[in-house]
């Protein structure tokens, strides 16, 4: 395909900033060879593995340089460096965060991330009903899917087909930041961000296996591996891998994944830690998950084919974290990756509802990449200055994306609605559709957490420019459009008190800027997002209980957000940018682990999302598919002692109001009620060994989900028995 992108000197602007942070850190540890320095040892939460032999690395797994800011018990968190990017006691950090630790992840099971975070307050899953191609879920009302998933720190780029499939099973943890985070990480989404914490490397030797089997004629493998190279006392290594064979609940998709995740720690010295991350990933899943609509209802006539309904996708990513404690007061990081995504798609589609007994349907495919790189260099200072304790961070990160699309339309053979015959010939239409798109953004970022007493003042600022290159057309003939410049300026500002009872409140005020890539469906750049946002709340540490009780209200406008429809007249994807949304909201969160074998967590959220200026149809009204109030709530327990020592259930709750199925709000969605459950059995007599059963929608809630005035399905009732053996 024939390109013609101007100013193509942006792309090396971040690698050059990522480069003379590098040099920057090797010339400091020269020097530091000469330099005798006292020996400073940072405990981390844990030994690596945890007394029942697993391979958590809560803590940061091997005890180096830091604990990397995540401490964990059990399900709950005391630190995630997520919020600060510093250490900062989750009590102390004027804004909600929700933390899903690995024993949550580890209990539930979660096969998507979608899954995974489907208990957090103000988080909202299953918008588009089932559909295992993206993980497309909304934070405070707004949507997280394409600006709103980090790993490791550092952003994730997602755009259109081209998202990447998180494999929770390669996951430590994850934390929700609520509310703009742009303050501290440049382009995200407004209503928070979801940073996935990738497994690490453990000082202590552990190892894992495990089979499931499941609904959908699942079979999946997984393995785990980690410890000390050898002898070695400074060099730590751990692999992961996932090899999955199944269907899905649409009867012409499946859900195969194959994925291998090694990771290498290296520290030399107590100070001094450096952590390699590499992943692999092929996946296969349907082009389309769609249904048949009939006016406001979803059918059981399935829109694609057999014979032409595929989305293959292979990712990888390669990066590192590197830290060096210079001495008591400073604290050098500094991590990088690189990422490239590549995915070919055919479906079949309904072009509107049945006509006179007939579905009329088209044919499409799709060809995407998308490839990036992403650096953050950082610099801390812990100092006095007077009564005034001081947590000073500095920082530049810079990162460059690079995407292409070919989309090809035409046409199908249609259904009959009331018999409809599938797998027949399909022919791949041509390409008629290109577009590229080249994105540079270099920030400069500045906080300072500053601690008077009881009080903490945190104030950061961040400037971000953005250089957009794009072109749109037809296949080797792309029309080059004028680069798009953006500057913008985001901060946050919070202040907390702690009390000697554990109880902290807190209020903030934060900003949001996220350029957006990909284009819309005129072949544009999209302008970027801006936001706003106050927060007000209350976190509650009780003394000598394992417990955190959160409360936050908020207040968030939005400008220009990117979203994920559905064409109700093609039933083709397709990215919208909005006017201005306006979220108001409250959440709770009760996270406890309270005694020997109990954890639960506890959830509500209220959510008014309003649109504010959109078209004349819709101003005023409420954005769809937001239900008003959302409860969850899980319990895990496991005897300790007598003739059931080892065996332990858990369950779980999930309720969503109504809400309405189309943005005109001519409809209302059902409220739903899922049941989740769990059954699992440590076998005393085998050390290691895990039996362990986990259902979702338990009782099998045939529902249908509306967006945008497109229906979709709900998933079906699914169980997954599993059997691990650790040692």
């Given amino acids: 395909m024939a390109r013609s992108i101007p100013n193509r000197s942006r792309r090396i602007r971040p690698l050059l900033l990522a480069s003379t942070g590098l040099v920057a850190l090797l010339c400091a540890t020269a020097q530091a060879q000469e330099i005798v320095l006292d020996t400073v040892t940072i405990e981390s939460g844990g030994e690596g593995a945890r007394s029942d032999g697993s391979l958590s690395a809560a803590g940061g797994g091997v005890a180096g340089a830091s604990a990397d800011g995540f401490r964990t018990d059990g399900y709950v968190t005391e630190t995630t460096r997520s919020a600060t990017k510093t250490d900062t006691p989750l009590v102390r950090v004027p804004q909600a965060v ?20 489907g208990y957090t307050p103000g988080v909202r899953i299953g918008a588009y009903g089932l559909d295992p191609r993206f993980d497309a879920f909304f934070i405070r009302g707004l949507p997280a899917t394409y600006t709103g998933i980090f790993r490791d720190g550092l952003r994730e780029f997602n755009i259109g087909f081209s998202t990447f499939d998180i494999e929770p099973y390669g996951l430590e943890g994850l934390s929700i930041l609520k509310g703009p985070a742009a303050g501290l990480y440049g382009s995200s989404n407004a209503g928070g961000i979801v940073d996935l914490r990738s497994k690490r490397p453990t000082r202590a030797a552990a190892r894992e296996v495990e089979a499931q089997v499941g609904s959908n004629s699942r079979v999946q493998l997984n393995m785990d591996a980690s410890g000390p190279l050898g002898s070695s006392e400074t060099a730590f290594y751990r692999v992961t891998g996932v090899a999955r064979d199944a269907e ?139 009564p005034l304790g001081h947590t000073l961070l500095g920082g530049v990160d810079a990162s460059y994306a690079e995407y292409t699309n070919l989309e090809g339309y035409g046409a199908a053979p249609s259904l009959l ?22 994105q540079s953004q270099v920030g400069l970022y500045l906080q300072d957490e500053i601690v008077y007493d009881r009080f903490t003042l945190t104030l950061g600022g961040r400037h971000d420019w953005v250089w957009t290159d794009t072109a749109s057309g ?63 709340g209350v976190k509650y540490q009780i003394p000598g209980w394992n417990t955190l009780l959160t409360a936050a209200v908020f207040d968030i406008t939005q400008e220009n957000g990117v979203f994920f429809d559905v064409n109700p007249l093609t039933g083709t994807n397709e990215q919208v940018q909005r006017g201005e949304l306006r979220s108001r909201g409250v959440e709770l969160e009760a996270t406890a682990s309270l005694m020997a074998g109990l954890n639960a967590t506890l959830a509500y959220a209220y959510t008014d999302l309003e649109i504010v200026e959109g078209t004349a149809a819709t101003t005023g009204n409420t954005l769809s598919s937001t ?99 650790r040692f």
Wanted: hydrophobic share 35%; proline share 5%.
């Fill in 627 to 725: 239900p008003r109030h959302t409860v969850s709530l899980w319990a895990d327990y496991t005897m300790q002692s007598g003739a059931a020592e080892g065996l332990g259930v858990g369950a779980g709750l999930r309720y969503l109001s109504s809400s309405f199925g189309d943005d005109e709000n001519t409809f209302r969605n059902d409220a739903r009620v899922f049941i989740d459950a769990a059954a699992h059995y440590d076998v005393p007599a085998v050390e290691g060994l895990r039996i362990q059963v986990n259902a979702t929608n338990l009782f099998g809630e045939d529902a249908q989900i509306c967006s945008s005035g497109f229906c979709y399905k709900e998933p079906e009732r699914n169980v997954i028995g599993s059997v691990r053996y």
């Fill in 417 to 438: 609605f009331a018999a409809p015959r599938y797998d027949t010939a399909i022919a791949t239409p041509a390409y008629s559709v290109a577009a590229s798109q080249d």
């Fill in 248 to 386: 899905s609940d649409y009867p012409f998709a499946s859900d195969d994944r194959l994925t291998v995740a090694p990771a290498f720690t290296w520290t030399p010295d107590a100070d001094t830690s450096l952590t390699i991350f590499g992943e692999l990933q092929r996946s296969r899943s349907g082009g389309t998950f769609a249904y048949v609509n009939d006016g406001t209802r979803v059918t059981d006539v399935a829109a694609g084919d057999p014979s032409f309904n595929d989305l293959d996708q292979t990712q990888g990513r390669l990066g590192f974290e590197l830290e060096r404690r210079l001495d008591e007061t400073f604290t050098f990081r500094q991590k990088a990756r690189v990422q490239s995504l590549d995915v070919y798609g055919e479906y079949a589609y309904a072009i509107g509802g049945p006509q006179n007994g007939i579905v009329n349907r088209g044919a499409g495919n799709v060809d995407q990449t998308l490839k990036g790189v992403v650096s953050d260099t950082q610099l801390e200072a812990r100092f006095d200055t007077g």
């Fill in 98 to 117: 929700s933390v899903v630790t690995e024993e949550q992840l580890d209990d539930r099971n979660p096969q998507t991330l979608s899954d995974a975070v």
């Fill in 474 to 536: 037809t296949p080797g003939a792309l029309a080059a459009q004028p680069e798009q410049k953006d500057s913008e300026f985001s901060g946050r500002v919070g202040l907390s008190y702690l009390f000697d009872s554990g109880v902290a409140p807190y209020v903030s005020y934060a900003t949001a800027f996220a350029p957006n890539i990909g284009t819309n469906t005129a072949g544009e750049a999209f302008v970027p997002t801006t936001a706003e946002q106050w927060e007000a």
